[in-house]
Each structure stands twice: as structure tokens, then as C-alpha cells.
């Protein structure tokens, strides 16, 4: 039986839809473009990127470098992700034979250590200096432009919009990466003001250095298929009207709507369920996660609290300047703004076209009924 998979990396059998998405960006990507791959988060933007695409566009003596920058806060960050993508995607495309031949052309001025693995046959390898610690930024770049013009490159910047806290750093990347003429990129984000920051500000480094791709919400007529698939055997049958209450609770969000769906697949069996039972059953799915959310409610001030929860209310807001706004947070403007900064840059809020709504919808849910 096929499963429901949530919160983790997943491969193309477990995606619903998203077929002729991973087919346009392919086509891009095989002509050599650079892309800036934006969806909100949980839209299954790493798993496409880091399980998806370098298998689709591989070729002979080919190499994907996988960079993740979430959370990143200092230059020291950068150089240990942008270490750690490079040692990961020489070790595993780089052939075993000759991989030391390999790794000195491609890395020069670098410390790094071999160390072969005699369980797996893998060689897993490290980039450090004699200290311990990352090269620096310079010498990182200028190796993945080295491995870049040696073999044909897919390379892979996830979470890029944390970088945005330096311009040196962005500047740094910039004209090293410029160098690359034709090697596909691709800089994925989840924050879409601080990307535009990013891609199109005349101010910045990577002003329109690549082309916008949006990952749009999944049309219910794909999840319909893709539910049937996993509840059928268990004999399950969701009506329609369940299923559109089950995507519109879930904000459209692939993660969430994986997540309920798993909780019906584990927990019923020959049973039909409209939307009267997908209420009871999201309740109680909520219920068994109480004590996580009340404790990352905790972890909020009592302002952060409140914009929160009237976030949740509202479903997606635009009105944070409204006086509706203000009364149902008791807060002032200024407050309600600094709030929303805070928020979304911790990665709790999600933001589009000025609108703002709680990240997770099912802490979203619980906040609504669960008002002090
Ligand atoms: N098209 C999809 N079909 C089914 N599940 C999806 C889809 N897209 C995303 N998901 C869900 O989202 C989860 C997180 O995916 P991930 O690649 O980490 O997203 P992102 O990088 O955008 O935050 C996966 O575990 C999966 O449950
Ligand atoms: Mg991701």
C-alpha cells in the first residue's frame, strides 16, 4: 500500500501533481537557466531539488552540489554549508576510481581528507583546514566554479533568502557565480520578500541573475487520484466535499494535507468519510498533538501570541493595518508590525503578496480552538 509521507524529503512516486512542474523546470535547467524557485514552505520544494532533479537531467561524468542555507547567520555558516555541499556531492558523483585524481583537480589551495569506508565501499571525505575549520568563503567559491567548468553541473542553493543578512557574502557569490555562463541553478526560497529583495532590487548582487518559477497550490482534482490510491485498500471512501474541506483546512499546504491524510490511512478502515467525520477526525488529530503545539505556544511572548492567534482566525490576512486588526490583537500598529517581522522571519508566519498566515495550518487550527 502506498503511504502518506509528511515533514520529511520525499521522491517523485510520493508527490501528487507536480509532474509537468519537474518537466518545465527540467527543460529550463537542461538549456543551461538559472532559476529562483519560490513556494511557501512545506510545498516539497527540497525534496524536487535535492531527490528529483539531478536525476532527471544527469548526464555522463555529471555533478549536482546541494547547499542548504537555512538559518545561516554568519559568514562562518556560509563556508561550513557551502563545505559540506561540496564534500557531499564530490563523494557521491565523483567515480571511486581515480576519486583522488578527481577531488585535486577540482580542489586547489583546500586541506581535505580521505577517509574510505571498508563497510559501504564509499569514500567519505572532508574539507577542512588543519584547525578543524571551513576554508574561506573565496576559496570555497572559486572550487565550485573549478568543479563547475570540469564537469557538467547542476548546482543547488536551498533556503537562499537566509543569505540576505550580508551583502558581502551575496556580492562574493555573485561574481563567482557570473563566471558559470551555462551551468543550471537553481535558489530556492520560502520567503518571498526577502527573494525579491534578492532577484529584484537594482541594489542587489544577484539582481535578475535568474527567472522566477512558483510552485502554485495543487488543484484538488490531483488529490483526488492521489488520496484514492492510499485509502482505497483500507477500504476507505472520502467524498469529495471531505476532501475539499480536508485541502482548504490544510491551506493548501501538501505537507498538512499528507499529514491528515496519513492519520486517516492509520486510523480507519472500511468506512466512508465526509465532511462531518473529517471535521471529528482533524479534532482529534489535533488532540493527539496538544502538549507539541502548547508548548511551542510557550515558547511565544504574549504579543507573538496574539498576532498569532488572530492570524488563525482570519485564515490568510491582508489587513494588518486595519483597526480590526488592532482590536482583535489589543495591540498598536507599530506593535502588530514588529510582531510580523519577527514572526516571519522565524519562519512562523508565511507571507504573500502582503498577506500573512500562520505557517503550520494545523497550529493554526489549534489556536482557533484553543482561545484563551
Ligand atoms: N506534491 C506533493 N505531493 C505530496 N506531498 C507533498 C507534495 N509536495 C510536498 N509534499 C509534502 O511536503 C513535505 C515537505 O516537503 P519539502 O520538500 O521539505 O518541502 P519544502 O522544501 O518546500 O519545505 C513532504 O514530506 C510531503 O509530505
Ligand atoms: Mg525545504
Known amino acids: 500500500m502506498k503511504e502518506f509521507y509528511y515533514?520529511?524529503?520525499?521522491?517523485?512516486?510520493?508527490?501528487?501533481?507536480?509532474?509537468?512542474?519537474?518537466?518545465?523546470?527540467?527543460?529550463?535547467?537542461?538549456?543551461?537557466?538559472?532559476?529562483?524557485?519560490?513556494?511557501?514552505?512545506?510545498?516539497?520544494?527540497?525534496?524536487?531539488?535535492?531527490?528529483i532533479l539531478p536525476d532527471e537531467i544527469k548526464k555522463k561524468n555529471f555533478v549536482a552540489l546541494y547547499f542548504?542555507?537555512?538559518?545561516?547567520?554568519?559568514?562562518?555558516?556560509?563556508?561550513?554549508r557551502l563545505s559540506y555541499g561540496i564534500s557531499q556531492g564530490l563523494s557521491h558523483y565523483l567515480p571511486s576510481k581515480n576519486f583522488f585524481e578527481g577531488l585535486k583537480k577540482v580542489l586547489k589551495n583546500m586541506a581535505f581528507s580521505i577517509e574510505p569506508d571498508t563497510l559501504t565501499g564509499e569514500i567519505s571525505f572532508?574539507?577542512?583546514?588543519?584547525?578543524?575549520?571551513?576554508?574561506?568563503?573565496?576559496?570555497?567559491?572559486?572550487?565550485?566554479?573549478?568543479?563547475?567548468?570540469?564537469?557538467?553541473?547542476?548546482?543547488?542553493?536551498?533556503?537562499?533568502?537566509?543569505?540576505?543578512?550580508?551583502?558581502?557574502?551575496?556580492?562574493?557569490?555573485?561574481?563567482?557565480l557570473q563566471k558559470l555562463k551555462n551551468t543550471p541553478m537553481v535558489f530556492l526560497g520560502s520567503k518571498r520578500q526577502l527573494l525579491s529583495q534578492i532577484f529584484q532590487s537594482n541594489h542587489s548582487a544577484f539582481f535578475q541573475f535568474?527567472?522566477?518559477?512558483v510552485l502554485k497550490p495543487i488543484p484538488i482534482e490531483e488529490w483526488e487520484p492521489f488520496f484514492d490510491e492510499r485509502v482505497k485498500p483500507k477500504k476507505?471512501?472520502?467524498?469529495?466535499?471531505?476532501l475539499v474541506e480536508l485541502v482548504r483546512l490544510s491551506l493548501d499546504v501538501p505537507n498538512t494535507i499528507c499529514e491528515i491524510g496519513?492519520?486517516?490511512?492509520?486510523?480507519?478502515?472500511?468506512?466512508?468519510?465526509?465532511?462531518?467525520?473529517?471535521?471529528?477526525?482533524?479534532?482529534?488529530?489535533?488532540?493527539s498533538k496538544a502538549e507539541g503545539f502548547q508548548y511551542q505556544i510557550q515558547q511565544l511572548t504574549?504579543?507573538?501570541?496574539?498576532?498569532l492567534t488572530a492570524l488563525a482566525v482570519n485564515g490568510w490576512t491582508k489587513e494588518i493595518q486595519s483597526k480590526k486588526f488592532q482590536n482583535q490583537t489589543d495591540m498598536s500598529l507599530s506593535g502588530i508590525k514588529k510582531v510580523i517581522s519577527k514572526?516571519?522571519?522565524?519562519g512562523i508566519i508565511e507571507e504573500e503578496n502582503l498577506s500573512y498566515r500562520v505557517s503550520n495550518p494545523l497550529l493554526g487550527l489549534f489556536l482557533q480552538t484553543h482561545r484563551r
Open 210 to 213: 535568474a527567472d522566477e518559477y
Open 302 to 307: 504574549e504579543s507573538e501570541r496574539k498576532v
Open 7 to 51: 515533514n520529511i524529503l520525499v521522491s517523485k512516486e510520493d508527490l501528487a501533481d507536480r509532474k509537468e512542474d519537474i518537466d518545465n523546470i527540467c527543460k529550463l535547467l537542461k538549456a543551461g537557466k538559472k532559476l529562483v524557485l519560490y513556494a511557501p514552505r512545506r510545498y516539497g520544494k527540497s525534496s524536487i531539488a535535492k531527490n
Open 236 to 242: 476507505i471512501k472520502l467524498t469529495h466535499d471531505a
Open 262 to 287: 496519513s492519520y486517516i490511512q492509520g486510523h480507519f478502515e472500511n468506512q466512508k468519510i465526509d465532511q462531518k467525520d473529517l471535521f471529528i477526525l482533524v479534532k482529534e488529530l489535533l488532540e
Open 343 to 346: 514572526l516571519y522571519r522565524l
Open 68 to 80: 542548504d542555507f537555512m538559518g545561516v547567520q554568519s559568514i562562518d555558516d556560509v563556508c561550513v
Open 126 to 176: 572532508t574539507i577542512a583546514t588543519k584547525e578543524g575549520r571551513p576554508p574561506a568563503l573565496l576559496t570555497l567559491l572559486k572550487s565550485m566554479v573549478q568543479i563547475a567548468e570540469t564537469y557538467p553541473c547542476l548546482l543547488l542553493f536551498d533556503e537562499f533568502q537566509d543569505v540576505h543578512f550580508s551583502k558581502d557574502i551575496l556580492g562574493q557569490m555573485r561574481s563567482e
